[in-house]
């Protein structure tokens, strides 16, 4: 790859909500109730401007902002209505234009910007006169900018900044948004460094903050089920956000934060902190290190909100059936002479009973972040407060593997555990900081901290039958955490003998204290989950969370990525050396009970062929180390810290990207130990699960004004070299063999500024148990919603309403023999007014 960075004095203009790293300081508890409070101050979506990566002439920035309300139509429609909204005129020539048309534009935005959106892709730019704007050919490259015309009065062209290279990104920035804006082009690969879909060996999604506002998305869960590899094995109002990843669990603690583990809550992530959602299936061992919790099915990471070149203060009203209540406030700020300083702060208040009957939700939410991007250095700062309170929360319960039948879920809304109360509170600060010592060499750093605690009200159940009856004893079952997490490394550029390389070498580090108190009823009661008995009374008195475990994490990795035949051949190879050491403590003595202290290197190789530009082959073989499962409560062995395990993949498939949409298809492999329940009721290793499956997927913008995605897996997941023979080939327990996922995002031509969308979400039936002998039934979600965008008092609006669950489906979401059920027909209705 080769870079050429414009000198210090020329100014780039960044993507919009790029982050970037930043120095490590405490966030001293002083600030958590300030920084809930500040939620009703406000904050803000800034949209920068995007970099294009060729010479290109630049008017002189019209100093004021417009709030663009300009509806989808006809290309001379668009740029007319928006030049008057902005004051100025355009002349447009029908000969030019012809019948194109303009996916509309709305909110804050400069005059040229503006312009700019509104002709994407159709090869013209709006050029600024004396007399108002004129369009000319948008220059393409070297020879396209000579013919153009020279620059009208008044016009200044800046100097050339020139950027090419193998993953045709800049360092440091976002990816752009791929056609239709809910995808983007590229995301980033932790030791890789970031790259665009088609330079990726892997099977990838990445989702932007319009997709998830759209949806209206309340945690990162909501939208990840776009993809059909992606489901849930708990529901909104649970415990936490537990996935299914191509047929293995990974939990809601091993979603990373712009790279690194353990920094998110451990129970969900909200959306208002959310820019991306970066989806990797897979083992990503090689590629972020280990995995706290011992993922292998995929790897999600979340990139947070960052201020972009526009001032914009948002102000969103919050509706959730039956009757809960929110209030998000986004502010962010640039300044500087260059705007290299931004800040932003995500604030939200919401409260009242969300989806089950007679339960309350309150979610309070403080976020900061700042940054700095200069000419060579980068650097972030985060900051997270998050508190949730939740009475009645969405409970899991066992069902006996032996029973005649499988009982029918009962109402979405009811809870079988009436009592249950769960508080959960997380504080997180993190910063990143990159520098490029030359144009081809960038040093990188980040460190993050978390300190994180739950106290719940925590039933146990012996397994439901046929008829719904088990017994229950209630519990206190508390716990905390308390993380260090952190990565280091260098990317360096550079060509031998004509083959380009992309050497990357990286360390991880990663600390965990992790604590709880579990304290039982004296005894235990029968109960059903139609008919639910009241908990038993807890007579014993509650305790403080003790240590019980203390993990450390490390590895160094190397890889290189090497690029022949102009960039057409891309391989990557690659290595990382991980140490494991576990420690687990008796949490009434304090003692040590057991020590694990082991080491694995796990290879990568991933191979990108391009036989034209618009399609790439690719294949990958990759291996993932996972940290010996810490036995939870319900299990005889609970506390216990099973050994560590490797897992492999063998992927390969086709991307090819048509324009305005990208289709793709993977087949792959992914094998590791199964788990088990045992006749004396432990968690064990029994045999290997191996899945096998073939995923197709599309998305982009079908026709101008239509956004849409789809995608659909076909899995087999055989349990193999099982100790009971007869096992043998089955299917392992609680996963699906079909899943499909389809979304539609529509601007109406009728009604300006109405947009319809809708969702089905489509999973087939799992078994039981591993003797395949009971199954669950398939379902199938339907998701409508609706938004408008119009302006009030000179402020642009946008209102949404979204019906989750539209026909109120009633189903059960399995995770081996544990299931819970699917939320019911939510309503979800907003107002978002900036200011």
């Known amino acids: 790859m080769r870079r050429t960075r414009s000198k210090a004095n020329q100014r780039q203009a960044p993507h919009p909500g790029s982050w970037k790293g930043t120095p490590f300081r405490a966030l001293s508890p002083s600030l958590y109730p300030a920084a809930l409070a500040g939620c009703l101050a406000g904050a803000a979506l800034a949209c920068g401007s995007s970099f294009t990566a060729v010479a290109f002439a630049q008017q002189v920035p019209a100093v004021s902002t417009v709030n663009a309300n300009v509806p989808p139509g006809p290309l001379a429609d668009a ?5 008057a909204q902005a004051g100025t005129t355009i002349a447009v020539e029908a000969d030019k234009v012809g019948a194109r048309t303009s996916p509309g534009l709305y909110g804050a935005t400069t005059v040229e910007e503006g312009f700019g959106r509104l002709l994407e892709g159709s090869g013209l730019r709006a050029s600024r006169t004396p007399a108002g704007y004129v369009l000319t050919a948008q220059a393409a490259g070297p020879a396209a900018q000579a013919a153009l015309p020279a620059a009208a ?7 050339t900044v020139e950027v090419s290279g193998r993953s045709g990104l800049v360092p ?3 990816p752009e948004a791929y056609a239709g804006g809910e995808v983007a082009q590229g995301g980033s690969l932790g030791l890789l460094g970031t790259r665009g879909v088609l330079e990726t060996p892997f099977s990838t999604l990445n989702l932007t903050s319009q997709l998830i506002e759209d949806q209206q998305a309340r945690t990162a869960a909501d939208a990840l089920v776009n993809d059909s590899s992606v489901r849930l094995t708990t529901a909104s109002n649970g415990f936490d956000d537990t996935f299914q990843i191509r047929g293995f669990q990974v939990s809601s603690a091993d979603v990373g934060l712009n790279g690194l583990y353990g920094l998110v809550s451990s129970n969900r992530v909200p959306a208002q902190i959310i ?3 970066e989806l990797l299936k897979g083992p990503g061992a090689l590629i972020n290190g280990i995995a706290p919790g011992g993922s292998i099915g995929g790897g999600i990471n979340i990139v947070s909100k960052r201020a972009g070149d526009l001032p914009l203060t948002r102000l969103t009203t919050t509706y959730q059936s039956e009757s809960n209540f929110g209030l998000h406030a986004d502010v962010a700020r640039r300044y500087g002479e260059n705007k290299e300083w931004g800040i932003r702060f995500n604030g939200l208040l919401r409260d009242g009973e969300a989806s089950i ?6 979610s309070g939410l403080g976020a900061l972040a700042l940054d700095y991007r200069g000419e060579r250095l980068r650097w972030s700062l985060d900051a997270m407060y998050q508190r949730d309170n939740t009475d009645n929360f969405r409970s899991q319960i066992s069902i006996l593997t032996n029973v005649s039948a499988i009982p029918s879920p009962p109402d979405a809304r009811s809870t079988w555990y009436p009592g249950t109360k769960l508080a959960q509170q997380d504080a997180t600060v993190a910063t990143r900081v990159e520098y490029d010592l030359t144009d081809s060499l960038t040093l990188y750093a980040a460190l993050g901290y978390r300190d994180g605690w739950n106290k719940q009200i925590f039933p146990v159940s012996g397994g439901a039958d046929a008829a719904g009856n088990f017994t229950v004893r209630n519990s206190y079952y508390d716990s905390y955490t308390e993380t260090l997490s952190g990565t280091a490394g260098a990317r360096w550029q550079f060509d031998t003998a004509g083959i380009g390389h992309t050497l ?29 008995s009241a908990l038993p009374p807890i007579t014993a008195p509650r305790t403080d ?31 990382r050396d991980q140490n494991v050491k576990v420690d687990s403590y008796d949490t009434a003595t304090g003692a040590k009970t057991s020590r694990y202290d082991s080491s694995a290197t796990t290879p990568l190789a991933g191979l990108v062929v391009k036989p034209l530009d618009n399609v790439a082959l690719y294949a990958n073989y990759a291996q993932g180390l996972t940290r010996g499962t810490i036995v939870g409560a319900g299990y005889n062995n609970a506390g216990e810290v099973l050994a560590p395990y490797k897992s492999e993949q063998y992927e390969a498939g086709v991307k090819v990207d048509w324009g305005s949409i990208t289709t793709t298809a993977a087949v792959f492999q992914l094998s590791r130990p199964n788990s088990i329940r045992t006749a004396s009721n432990e968690l064990a290793y029994d045999g290997e699960q191996r899945n096998r499956g073939l995923e197709l997927s599309a998305y982009g913008e079908i026709l101008p004004g239509l956004r ?10 055989e349990l193999t070299r099982t100790a009971i023979a007869s096992e043998s080939g089955n299917n392992a327990a609680g996963v699906p063999e079909t899943t499909f996922s389809a979304a539609l995002d529509w601007d109406t031509p009728w009604v300006s500024g109405l947009a319809l969308n809708g969702r089905v979400i489509y999973t087939s039936g799992s078994y039981l148990n591993s003797a395949n002998t009971l199954r669950f039934d398939g379902w199938t979600r339907v998701d409508i919603g609706a938004r408008y965008r119009t302006v009030v008092a000179d402020k642009p609006i946008v209102f949404r309403a979204y019906l989750e669950n539209a026909f109120n489906e009633n189903y059960w979401l399995a995770s081996g023999n544990y299931v819970t059920v699917g939320s019911p027909r939510t309503v979800i209705v907003s107002a978002s007014l900036d200011f």
């Open 79 to 83: 740029l007319t209505r928006f030049a």
């Open 357 to 362: 009957d007679g339960g309350n939700l309150f």
């Open 172 to 174: 440091g920035e976002l």
């Open 708 to 717: 849409g995605m789809a995608s659909a897996t076909f899995l087999k997941p």
């Open 545 to 575: 969370p003790r240590r019980a475990s203390e993990t450390t994490l490390n590895s160094v990795a190397i890889a290189d990525t090497l690029s022949f035949a102009n960039d057409r051949v891309l391989l990557t190879l690659g290595l």
């Open 153 to 159: 009065p008044g016009t200044i062209v800046l100097p």
């Open 275 to 277: 820019e991306r959602i």
């Open 504 to 532: 990357n070498i990286g360390f991880t580090g990663f600390q965990q204290e992790a604590g709880n108190a579990y304290i039982q009823s004296a005894g235990s009661i029968a109960s059903n989950i139609y008919r639910p």
